[in-house]
């Protein structure tokens, strides 16, 4: 998709966009919606999309979170030119069972997209999601120019600042981060507030400048509404990208929640870490971002 495309979809010209340097992060949920059941729900032992259908059955329905006539925001990991059986990328399966929840829901527009790592077209094509996101009715937006992106302040950010972020999530009413649990050479771990390094521009700032600390700031300004982190195949080395099926183990296990900290530390956990071993968890647990003390909170736990 080029530029004109991208426009004509109605993504590069929504109203009030040109305000978006003021544009404040939106609730985690709507005030008005009822407390979710549980804090947590972690699935395992089906498909991708059974095992979302029963989470976020659990959770309360996608009517808990996207609203009749909501602009959604669907952001898997699609950073790398990687087929599904290397699991470098969001499982195609589970964005393709999400979106169609959310239409369920009453969505407006759909609109997936990520600021990948290899080029862009050929990310969206080898990872399935480009097909599976349109085969659900949703929007495919590119991230790889600068021009997609408006400044932002992150006003409790102690390193990171400011940042680039990308147009369709701050035109956008529910924001769904789907992260794909893996290994990472300088992170440790990609988990749920990582992935949210897809939605800015500049992101090589955070590497140069204290990753986990620019991860858990810009996790004090963008809060998704809902996370789900997919843990059905595992990347167990030569992450993020990894170098052949070798690396994989299908692990069969999916994570949803409100509380970016939470999924993240349950994700730690599930693959044999300690939460406060992945700074970036401890440190936006530190900053009341969410919580990582899993034992205080309501977890939901599924056998399919």
Do not use: C, W, Y
């Given at each position: 998709m080029d530029r004109r495309l991208f426009v004509r979809a109605g993504l590069g010209a929504v109203a009030g966009l040109a305000l978006a340097r003021e544009v404040r992060p939106f609730p985690a949920r709507p005030a008005?919606?009822?407390?979710?059941?549980?804090d947590l729900v972690a699935v395992r032992g089906g498909e991708?999309?059974?095992?979302?259908?029963?989470?976020?059955?659990?959770?309360?329905?996608?009517?808990?979170?996207?609203?009749?006539?909501?602009?959604v925001v669907v952001k898997p990991n699609i950073g790398w030119d990687v087929g599904p059986e290397r699991a470098g990328n969001t499982n195609p399966r589970l964005v393709r069972r999400i979106i169609e929840h959310c239409f369920e829901a009453g969505a407006k527009q759909v609109t997936v997209f990520d600021h990948t790592c290899d080029n862009w077209q050929r990310c969206y094509r080898s990872?399935?999601?480009?097909?599976?996101?349109?085969?659900?009715?949703?929007?495919?937006?590119?991230?790889?120019?600068?021009s997609y992106y408006q400044d932002v302040a992150i006003p409790r950010g102690k390193n990171l600042k400011n940042a680039k972020e990308h147009e369709a999530l701050l035109a956008a009413d529910v924001?769904?981060?789907?992260?794909?649990?893996?290994?990472?050479?300088?992170?440790?771990?990609?988990?749920?507030?990582?992935?949210m390094m897809g939605v800015v521009w500049d992101r090589g700032t955070w590497h140069a400048d204290d990753l986990h600390r620019c991860i858990a700031d810009y996790a004090t300004y963008r809060k998704p509404q809902l996370n789900v982190l997919d843990a059905y195949a595992v990347l167990k080395r030569n992450g993020p990208r990894g170098v052949s099926t070798d690396d994989v183990v299908v692990m069969k296990s999916q994570l949803l929640s409100a509380d970016i900290v939470a999924v993240d530390a349950a994700a730690a956990k599930l693959w044999g870490m300690e939460p406060a071993d992945v700074r970036h968890i401890a440190l936006a647990h530190d900053e009341k971002v969410g919580r990582m003390d899993l034992d205080r909170l309501s977890i939901k736990r599924i056998a399919l």
């Open positions: 008005t919606r009822p407390p979710l059941p549980f991708p999309e059974a095992m979302f259908d029963r989470g976020i059955e659990a959770m309360g329905g996608m009517q808990a979170f996207v609203a009749r006539g909501a602009k990872s399935g999601i480009e097909q599976a996101a349109r085969d659900a009715g949703a929007s495919v937006a590119p991230g790889n120019a600068e924001f769904i981060n789907v992260p794909v649990l893996k290994h990472h050479s300088s992170s440790r771990l990609t988990l749920a507030m990582k992935n």
